[in-house]
């Protein structure tokens, strides 16, 4: 079974910044695309940003230039680097792997608020 365990959210003032990790119980090679998503009170979950086997980033266009997704494959962890951050982003953010099955952590809440 594939455990994704993300961590690095909470309370950040509207521009602040955040980096959010997740560790994957097995190596990330293993998985086609890795990602994450977020998904406020309310609305439906959505897709952040992604990142390939190979590298190529993909990212929504509301967090480009903002966002940042990385994968450091010896520490089987993937990030998600985040600036200017607004308080609309406020919303659990989920880890997300894929090879077929998507498997996804438990969510770490992210507050953006003064």
């Known amino acids: 079974q594939v455990q994704l365990v993300e961590s690095g959210g909470g309370l950040v003032q509207p521009g602040g910044s955040l980096r959010l990790s997740c560790v994957v119980s097995?190596?990330?090679?293993?998985?086609?695309?890795m990602a994450w998503y977020r998904q406020a009170p309310g609305k439906q979950r959505e897709l952040v940003a992604l990142i390939t086997s190979g590298g190529t980033q993909t990212y929504a266009d509301s967090v480009k230039g903002r966002f940042t997704i990385s994968r450091d494959n010896a520490k089987n962890t993937v990030y998600l680097q985040m600036s200017s951050l607004k308080p609309e982003e406020t919303a659990v953010y989920y880890c997300?792997?894929?090879?077929?099955?998507?498997?996804w952590g438990q969510g770490t809440q992210v507050t953006v608020s003064s």
């Open positions: 997300n792997a894929r090879v077929g099955t998507y498997y």
């Open positions: 097995r190596s990330i090679f293993s998985f086609n695309d």
